[in-house]
């Protein structure tokens, strides 16, 4: 491929930027803040580093994490799943752990919430579970901002190392009573559909198929079948809605301030039986008690309710997912006969294109339209979360700070499959689950600031934290009904039954402080350090300590020059930690087993995992060093910042000889890097009479495996389509590393990386009077893709339909049916994209208008959301993940819950 076609991408999107810089500009606006300024980090502190403000206001997203994807500089963000809320996968400068999460530390209101879908669901339903934060409603959020160096995360110790997400949720100012209503209707569709063989040229397929294998022709005359069945489209709805209403009302005086909100979405999913639906309540409340004691609280209530369907890589009962189902199943057959009859699994047809009773492929495929139509999935989540907060000046600069949080989730799931989409008779599986979670922290600080003669300052803030969590699970699933009616209601009717029940409790006490010293605010010099004792280790107590400094070269004089407004330097040195993997992860677990014994069932009870009393939270540490840079009186700034980072003990699983009596241990086992660069721009200026803002970024990364204990390499991978073994761990390669076995069983070839190189992303914002104009992009770049979807729709075998270019290529097919399933070359792709995620544009009623009315303000606006992308991946997406945010497992696409393409229609009315 020439370099002009290779990188066409490239150079589109550079056009695009170009296009986006204001000229002749007038500088009457506001300039941008510095992003190095002022960051809050949580503590009552203030300090310079390296964090990132989101831009979270101009789209219409369901969760909270969807506003991170393509936001911010160093943030890679997969939507692992397009069904409603789905999961998403936010990973800050790299992945660095191998077992432990790689997802960020989220902060709501001072509350720490974990964006683990373990926490959140009891693991029951089909497909991948909601996002852990589709409780919290976008609408809510007045600020998100992306902590990502030491200097910025040092508080937050053993939880810090894959960055900190401070939410800070619309809080109201004394003396301004307001009542907002926004209302949204939308439409989606499918971002995309695979063009498939018809029925008579599948039809044609087989013949030539079976004649290759030296076998009579199946059909006599496959142009007699038609275009048959399109099973895509049958289990995608003709148009899936979405519907918002949000009430928000704030006001108070001088003494007591509050806000208070309420919201109600309705999401249906572009596939039949799939929906999201969320119903929240918020009330914020600020108080100034007296001169030295003031309070705040803020007390959330959500429901949020959902059915999925069987996709990705949640389902594991009869058949593959509805997806891939809808891609390979007969063209030939339709849904229902003549006579009524379904034809409830991928049959072969006979020359009148009735099913033959005998199965096309190797395994039971059910139906899609069935399977998606037939089977139950539903979850249900109730939470409640409240967070008090005490501050009392005790001196003129000395005060005492006092936190009492409190998170309480109650999760139930509930699943059944008729025994229609089994062969056999009385094979209807059913199961109910229910978690109860309980979480709660208590956090006393003390704040202390003085000002020096000479300009100069000291502040010290000095604490202690205790938290903790208790997680209790109970589920039972039946199989094998006689009597179905009452479906997951009643799994005492099953023939089979399983109970499971389990508790996890986490525990942690800390002990953290910070020293900064100021001069004229010019140098600044910041010490801090937290020690934290965690309950999961037998070494409980860890210590993340971090020397951090920034510098003003334009206010010091060293830079004269008076097209530079401002000039920063900033840089940090020191550790974080990740503490995120299961609870008793040292201890030796028992596992129930049974067997079979002269005809009896005996059931009986194995050790599988090797203690490890020497396990350690993970520590990373991290090197930062940036440069802000502000021309124009700050209305054009560049943001560099160079970063390294070492995680020396990596967690992972270490398999075990079978003679050694277990299946596996957990230790510390890798040394991993990440090292990179990012680079921001941003500008705000008016251009004739419209205001223009922009920001752009782009991001380096480097992961690197530096070094792996006890052995050279770990191969992994969750199995796929009988694929087993596809994920390599190894000495000097990235993590989440393609690889497979060749024929000698000894050699192995590298196929490449899930881990991308680049990440970048533009969002630009016009205002032209009352109209205003916004749009949206990000992309990533260098990162590899299984695209496992063709193991069977290039399948020469014959069991299953296959792409419609797939009959006109060089392969010649011939009927083997059963034939092992291998990982070649030819399923790995690059996946690099660039995508215009959001368009909007909006119309505010002019005020002279609204004269006489009680409105203060009403906008009407169009939004688009995944408009195109630009890739040369073959799949319909490169932005999914089959195993959801499992680091080692990234980059598999198979049966991927398709994203939507949203038409929405709103309404912003001020009161």
């Not at 789905?86 to 964006?115: K, T, V």
Request: glycine share 8%; proline share 3%; aromatic share 12%.
């Amino acid at each position: 491929m020439a370099p002009v076609e290779k990188y066409y991408k490239y150079w589109l999107f550079l056009l695009i930027l170009g296009a986006s810089l204001p000229t002749n500009a007038q500088d009457t606006i506001a300039p941008p803040t510095l992003s190095h300024r002022n960051i809050q980090i949580g503590y009552g502190q203030t300090i310079r580093g390296a964090s990132a403000k989101v831009n979270q206001h101009t789209r219409s997203a369901t969760t909270a994490d969807q506003l991170l994807q393509g936001t911010a500089a160093g943030i890679y963000a997969v939507q692992n799943s397009g069904q409603p809320a789905g999961e998403m996968g936010i990973h800050i400068r790299g992945f660095r752990s191998l077992l432990a999460s790689n997802q960020p530390l989220y902060l709501i209101d001072g509350i720490p919430y974990y964006n683990e879908t373990g926490w959140s669901s009891a693991g029951s339903v089909f497909g991948p579970a909601a996002s852990p934060l589709a409780f919290l409603n976008p609408q809510d959020i007045e600020e998100i901002r992306v902590l990502k160096d030491a200097a910025t995360t040092s508080l937050y110790g053993s939880r810090a190392a894959n960055g900190v997400v401070i939410i800070r949720t619309r809080r109201t100012l004394p003396d301004s009573l307001k009542v907002s209503f926004n209302v949204s209707f939308g439409s989606q569709t499918p971002i995309g559909t695979y063009e498939l063989a018809n029925a008579n040229e599948y039809a044609g397929f087989l013949n030539q198929a079976y004649n290759n294998a030296g076998l009579d022709a199946r059909y006599d005359n496959p142009n007699a079948f038609g275009t048959g069945t399109d099973w895509q489209n049958s289990i995608y709805r003709d148009q899936a809605w979405r519907q918002n209403y949000h009430l928000g009302i704030s006001g108070g005086g001088e003494k007591v301030k509050y806000y208070l909100s309420g919201e109600y979405l309705d999401q249906t999913g572009i596939i039949i039986g799939s929906d999201f639906q969320r119903y929240s309540f918020r009330a914020n409340m600020d108080a100034q008690i007296n001169d030295r004691t003031s309070l705040s609280n803020s007390l959330t209530f959500n429901r949020v309710e959902s059915n999925t369907v069987a996709s990705d890589a949640g389902y594991n009962e009869s058949g593959v997912d509805v997806i891939t189902g809808s891609r390979i199943f007969n063209p030939i057959l339709s849904h229902q006969n003549a006579d009524g009859s379904i034809n409830r699994f991928h049959f072969a047809a006979d020359n009148a294109g009735l099913s033959s009773g005998m199965l096309q492929s190797t395994f039971i495929q059910p139906n899609p339209l069935l399977l998606a139509g037939s089977t139950d999935s539903k979850s249900s989540t109730s939470r409640v979360s409240n967070n008090l907060q005490l501050k009392v000046s005790i001196l003129d600069n000395l005060s005492l700070n006092g936190t009492i949080g409190v998170d309480a989730l109650f999760n139930e799931e509930y699943t059944f499959i008729p025994g229609a989409l089994f062969l056999g008779a009385n094979q209807g599986t059913g199961s109910g689950a229910k978690l109860d979670a309980l979480k709660f922290i208590n956090q006393y600080f003390l704040e202390f600031n003085q000002k020096y003669s000479g300009d100069q300052k000291l502040d010290l803030v000095a604490g202690y934290s205790w938290e903790g969590w208790r997680r209790e699970v109970l589920a039972g699933r039946s199989v094998g009904f006689d009597n179905e009616t009452l479906r997951y209601y009643s799994l005492t009717v099953g023939q089979q039954k399983i109970l499971n029940s389990n508790i996890s409790e986490w525990g942690m006490q800390s002990f953290f402080g910070m020293g900064q010293y100021s001069y004229k605010d010019i140098l600044n010099l910041t010490l801090s350090a937290r020690a934290d004792a965690i309950s999961i280790f037998d070494n409980k107590w860890s210590l993340f300590p971090t020397l951090a400094f920034s510098w003003d070269l334009r206010q010091s004089s060293l830079v004269r020059s008076q097209k530079i407004s401002s000039i920063i330097v900033h840089s940090s040195i020191g550790s974080t930690g990740n503490q995120s993997i299961p609870p008793y992860s040292r201890f030796s677990l028992l596992n129930e087993y049974n067997a079979a014994l002269n005809g009896a069932t005996i059931n009986g009870i194995s050790i599988d995992k090797i203690a490890n009393n020497q396990l350690e939270v993970e520590k990373t540490e991290k090197y930062d060093l940036g440069i802000e840079v502000g021309f124009k009186e700050n209305h054009l700034i560049f943001d560099l910042d160079f970063y390294r980072e070492n995680t020396r003990n990596a967690i992972g699983l270490i398999p075990l000889l079978a003679t050694s009596g277990f299946e596996y241990g957990v230790a510390n086992i890798a040394s991993i890097s990440n090292q990179g660069l990012e680079l921001s721009a941003s500008t705000n200026h008016n251009v004739g009479t419209a205001n223009a803002s922009f920001q752009f970024f782009i991001s380096l990364n480097k992961n690197k495996v530096e070094s792996l204990d006890l052995q050279d390499q770990l191969i992994s991978g969750l199995p796929f389509s009988g694929i087993t073994d596809w994920s390599l761990t190894k000495s000097n390669y990235s993590l989440s590393t393609f690889y497979k076995r060749n024929p000698d069983q000894f050699e192995q070839s590298i196929l490449g990386s899930a881990a991308p190189k680049m990440i970048t992303g533009l969002f630009s914002k016009w205002d032209f009077k009352d109209l205003d104009f916004s749009i949206s992009l990000h992309g990533a770049f260098g990162q590899k893709m299984i695209n496992a979807n063709n193991l069977y729709l290039q399948n020469p075998s014959g069991e299953f339909n296959v792409l419609a270019d797939y009959l006109h290529s060089n392969i010649a097919p011939a009927f083997e049916p059963g034939k092992p399933q291998v990982l070649t070359e030819d399923l790995i792709e690059d996946a690099s994209y660039l995508r215009v995620q959001n368009i909007t544009i909006g119309y505010t009623i002019p005020s002279t208008l609204l004269t006489g009315s009680s409105i203060k303000k009403l906008r009407i606006y169009g939004s688009v959301e995944n408009i195109f992308t630009l890739t040369a991946y073959s799949g319909l997406d490169p932005d999914v993940s089959h195993f959801g945010s499992l680091t080692q497992y990234q980059g598999v696409d198979l049966g991927s819950y398709p994203k939507a393409k949203m038409f929405l229609l709103g309404l912003n009315v001020d009161f």
